[in-house]
C-alpha cells in the first residue's frame, strides 16, 4: 500500500523566506512525527501528533518552527525566516496509534536555505 | 534526559564476516530499544525492536540484538553480513511513558563482496 508522501522531495530557498513542508501519513495512522536530521547525524524529534493535537513539541527549536495537523491526517510543518542553519532532511513519520507501534518513515525534504 | 551512543561511526566488512554495532543509551526507567535501518536511496525502516521480556530479540534479515540492562546496552548483530547489508544504522531509545523517540548519530556499514 501507499507509505507517507513528504512534498516537496526538494525544496531551495533564500534566507528569511517562509517554507512549508507537507506529510501525507498512511491512511488510518493516528500517529504523526516530525523529525530533522543533518548530515552526519541521526534525525532529531521535533514534534508528534496524536490525532489533531501536539501531543510532544518540546523538539521545536524556536518559534519560527510551527507544525498543524487540522484534520488528524495530513500535516505541514512551516518555517518562518528561515536561517542557513535550518538546512537540513525534515521527516516525518507515522504510526498507526502511536503507544510504540512501529514508526513508518516518508523519504524526507531536503531544505537548502541559501 | 535520554541520549543514545553509537560508537562506531563507519564500519567496513567483507561479506560473511560477523557484525556487531554498539548502541548504549541514559534512561533511568524503564525503556523500550529499536534498531532502524537506512538503505541507500531509501526511508528508514524498522530492523527491529524490545519491549520486554526475552531481552535477544531478532529482526528482519538475520539480525539480532541483545538488551543487557546492567550495561545500558542494545547491540545489534549478524553472524554472516552479506553485500546488500550496506546501509547506514540507528539505534533509538524512548521511555516507556513517551512516544519521543531518541536517535543515535548512526553508524555507516559499507560491506564489500
Known amino acids: 500500500g501507499a507509505g507517507v508522501s513528504q512534498t516537496p522531495s526538494n525544496k531551495v530557498t533564500e534566507k528569511g523566506k517562509y517554507v512549508e513542508l507537507r506529510c501525507d501519513p498512511i491512511s488510518g495512522h493516528t500517529a504523526l512525527y516530525w523529525y530533522r536530521q543533518s548530515l552526519g547525524q541521526g534525525p532529531e524529534f521535533l514534534i508528534y501528533f496524536q490525532g489533531t493535537g501536539a501531543a510532544d513539541d518540546s523538539g521545536l527549536p524556536n518559534d519560527r518552527f510551527f507544525a498543524v495537523r487540522p484534520e488528524g491526517s495530513v500535516s505541514t510543518l512551516k518555517i518562518q525566516r528561515t536561517e542557513r542553519g535550518d538546512s537540513a532532511v525534515y521527516l516525518c513519520?507515522?504510526?498507526?496509534?502511536?503507544?510504540?507501534?512501529?514508526?513508518?518513515f516518508g523519504n524526507g525534504t531536503r531544505l537548502t536555505v541559501t | 534526559a535520554q541520549s543514545v551512543s553509537q560508537h562506531n561511526h563507519h564500519v567496513i566488512l567483507s561479506e560473511a564476516a560477523s557484525l556487531e554495532l554498539g548502541c548504549n543509551y541514559s534512561?533511568?526507567?524503564?525503556?523500550?530499544l529499536f534498531w532502524y535501518v537506512q538503505y541507500p536511496g531509501q526511508h528508514l525502516q524498522l530492523l527491529l525492536k524490545y519491549f520486554s521480556g526475552d531481552p535477544l530479540v531478532k529482526g528482519i534479515k538475520g539480525f539480532e540484538a541483545e538488551f543487557i540492562k546492567s550495561k545500558f546496552s542494545f547491540n545489534l548483530r549478524k553472524p554472516s553480513v552479506q553485500w546488500s547489508d550496506t546501509a547506514e544504522y540507528f539505534c533509538a531509545v524512548n521511555g516507556d511513558n513517551t512516544d519521543k523517540l531518541i536517535f543515535g548519530t548512526g553508524t555507516r556499514l559499507q560491506v564489500f563482496p
Open positions: 534512561y533511568g526507567g524503564t525503556v523500550n
Open positions: 513519520a507515522s504510526s498507526r496509534t502511536g503507544n510504540n507501534s512501529p514508526l513508518h
